[in-house]
């Protein structure tokens, strides 16, 4: 018996095998929506989308973070005629009508009320434990940010008006179990979560909750929003999304999503400019623009340029696609000093989760 045959056979582990053969790297589905610019966010590649783990929606309220879940969720259900989503709702303000709007099959949702961080943990834990890999799950949280835990209840009934420094704690507990389960059995887990200001001159946008979802988080967006205007009246908002934290994308990155009052998400948002930067596309005047890759293409409208048919002679017939990902994917070829500087932080952040603990 080989010296790795023997420490697999001592492992009381069961998935304990060679790291190559390892169900946690093995190759993963991506669960790719219909918005191309929201899986070159998730994924580095618009072909890719939203994988196993936990992806953090966060913002100010009215910032679409629900529509961009449920674009997901209408994803994951197409591509998985057997998925169920596992809706936990504390705020209880999507009716069914919002999700059908969606294309969500509502039928194919178990909707679970939560009243506070404890009675998630509980709930979440049971059912993580009674699922494998087979098992095709998404779980949608909406919202973390709007949480109370069991103590600040408790407080308030006892009439009590103490600070609650029990409610990070929790959430920290909570994604530290669920992670692994989401990990082996390939499991997406999306949170909508609240953003707050920090103090300063110039205040930067903090995920709320706690370290806890940040440790956790594959993906963290912190989406802002701008009105779309033609003249004075509002056609719809331009939201951005920002990068906090990815696995995929480098952080910080920015990928633009327009939204019209007729016609909801514009499919191709954002690509324009990208398609110019790279040389894919010309703007030969003022609000036209022409294909480079299409012999004697006629001049566009910017409007005329959000739709598969302008698109599909880029996509199909040219290296953008590659472009992109080369533009905004992590590259997993990090020098070895590069390496040893980023261990060195990360043994910072465990040193200071110690002391908050």
């Not at 998925?83 to 504390?90: K, P």
């Not at 087979?134 to 600040?152: F, H, P, R």
């Not at 719809?236 to 007729?262: L, Q």
């Not at 990360?346 to 908050?356: F, G, L, N, T």
């Amino acid at each position: 018996m080989s010296l790795m045959d023997k420490i697999k056979k001592n492992s009381k582990i069961k998935a304990t095998v060679e790291l190559e053969n390892s169900v946690v790297f093995d190759e993963k589905d991506f669960i790719t929506t219909e918005v191309p610019m929201i899986n070159l966010a998730l994924s580095g590649s618009i072909d890719g989308g939203l994988g196993p783990g936990l992806t953090v929606l966060a913002g100010p309220s009215k910032h679409f973070k629900t529509s961009y879940a449920l674009v997901m969720a209408k994803a994951f259900l197409e591509k998985e005629p057997d998925g169920v989503i596992l809706f936990y709702d504390t705020e209880f303000g999507s009716p069914q009508d919002y999700f059908s709007a969606f294309g969500v099959d509502t039928s194919r949702m178990i909707h679970t009320p939560i009243m506070n961080v404890e009675e998630l943990k509980f709930d979440i834990m049971a059912q993580l434990e009674g699922l494998d890999k087979k098992d095709k799950v998404l779980i949608l949280l909406d919202s973390m940010g709007n949480m109370a835990s069991k103590k600040e209840v408790e407080d308030a009934l006892a009439e009590k008006s103490v600070a609650d420094m029990s409610r990070a704690k929790q959430f920290k507990s909570l994604f530290r179990m669920v992670t692994p389960h989401l990990k082996m059995k390939d499991i997406p887990f999306v949170v909508i979560n609240h953003t707050y200001l920090e103090q300063g001159m110039f205040p930067k946008a903090i995920v709320g909750g706690g370290t806890g979802v940040m440790y956790s988080a594959d993906t963290i967006f912190i989406i802002g929003k701008s009105q779309n205007k033609k003249g004075t009246e509002i056609e719809g908002y331009n939201f951005t999304i920002n990068i906090e934290k990815s696995r995929f994308v480098r952080e910080k990155a920015k990928f633009p999503i327009k939204v019209n009052w007729e016609g909801g998400i514009v499919k191709w948002s954002g690509f324009l400019e990208s398609a110019i930067e790279g040389g894919y596309v010309d703007k030969p005047s003022n609000g036209y623009y022409t294909r480079n890759n299409v012999p004697e293409d006629k001049k566009w409208r910017e409007k005329q340029t959000e739709t598969d048919e302008w698109w599909e002679p880029i996509i199909n017939e040219t290296d953008f696609k590659e472009y992109l990902s080369k533009k905004y994917k992590v590259s997993h070829d990090m020098p070895a000093d590069a390496a040893t500087d980023m261990r060195e932080v990360e043994v910072q952040i465990d040193a200071d989760d110690m002391e908050e603990e």
